[in-house]
C-alpha cells in the first residue's frame, strides 16, 4: 500500500496502491510526520504504473462523518507542505485529483514525458476545494481554473509550462534523473536547503518594496550563524 525506507536522511515514499483510501492517507500522514524528522530530502514515487489516481472513490462509507474523512485529508496536506526539507514527487503514468495536490506541494517535481495530469472532481461532482486553497500559490488564476472547471487530462509538457512540474524526462529515465536529483541535494549543506526553502516561501508573501530589507535581515542572520 505504502512501502517508506528512510536511510541517510533521505525518505522513499513508494504508492503501491493505485488510489488512496482512509488507511493509505493514514499511512501517508505518519510517514510524513516520520520523514519530518529522519530526514532532509523526501521523494515520492509509485511502484505502478501511475503515479495515482487520486481518492478511492469506490470505498466503502465508513462510520466517521464527512468531517472526519476531509480532515484527515487537510492533515496529510498540511504535513507535506509542512515537511522542512526538500520534497520531490517522481510522476509517471495517470496522476489525479489528490495527486495532483501532492505534486503541486512538492518542492521539485520530475515529470516523465508521458505523464497525464486531471482534476478530474468538478467532473464528478465535487468541489476540489483542497486544491483551490492553496493552487493559486502555484499556478496562475485563469491556468487552475481551467483544468479546474474542465476537469480535462493534460500532459507533461503542459504541466511544466502551467508551473506545476519542474522538469520533463523520458519515462524510462523517470527513476535515474530522481536518483540523480537526490545525489545533487545531498552534495549541498542540508542547512542551506532548508534556510533557501524556508525563505522562499517567506519572501513571496512579502510585498515587493519589503523584499530588499528582509533579505538584508535574514542573509545577516544566516550569516552569524555559519
Not at 33 to 62: C, H, M, W, Y
Not at 84 to 111: W, Y
Not at 152 to 163: D, K, Q, S, T, Y
Not at 198 to 212: K, M, S
Request: aromatic share 6%; hydrophobic share 50%; glycine share 6%.
Amino acid at each position: 500500500m505504502l512501502d517508506v525506507r528512510i536511510a541517510d536522511r533521505v525518505a522513499r515514499l513508494t504508492f503501491g496502491r493505485p488510489a488512496f483510501n482512509t488507511e493509505m492517507l493514514t499511512r501517508f500522514q505518519a510517514a510524513l510526520a516520520r520523514a519530518t524528522v529522519e530526514a532532509d530530502i523526501l521523494v515520492i514515487n509509485s511502484s505502478g504504473e501511475d503515479f495515482s489516481l487520486g481518492r478511492d472513490r469506490q470505498e466503502p462509507k465508513g462510520s466517521g462523518t464527512p468531517f472526519d474523512s476531509f480532515k484527515l485529508i487537510t492533515d496529510v496536506n498540511t504535513a507535506l507542505s509542512a515537511f522542512p526539507g526538500v520534497a520531490v514527487s517522481l510522476v509517471r503514468g495517470r496522476a489525479f485529483g489528490f495527486a495532483v495536490g501532492v505534486i503541486m506541494r512538492s518542492d521539485i517535481a520530475i515529470a516523465a514525458e508521458d505523464a497525464r495530469f486531471a482534476l478530474d472532481e468538478v467532473k464528478l461532482g465535487i468541489s476540489p476545494m483542497f486544491i483551490m486553497a492553496e493552487i493559486l500559490e502555484h499556478l496562475g488564476p485563469k491556468a487552475a481554473l481551467d483544468i479546474v472547471l474542465t476537469s480535462r487530462e493534460f500532459g507533461a509538457a503542459e504541466a511544466r509550462e502551467i508551473g506545476l512540474v519542474s522538469r520533463i524526462v523520458p519515462a524510462a529515465r523517470l527513476d535515474a534523473a530522481g536518483e540523480e536529483l537526490v545525489s545533487q541535494l545531498r552534495e549541498r549543506n542540508p542547512a542551506v536547503l532548508i534556510a533557501s526553502k524556508r525563505y522562499l516561501g517567506q519572501v513571496r508573501r512579502l510585498p515587493p518594496e519589503a523584499r530588499a530589507a528582509y533579505a538584508l535581515v535574514e542573509q545577516t542572520k544566516f550569516a552569524e550563524k555559519r
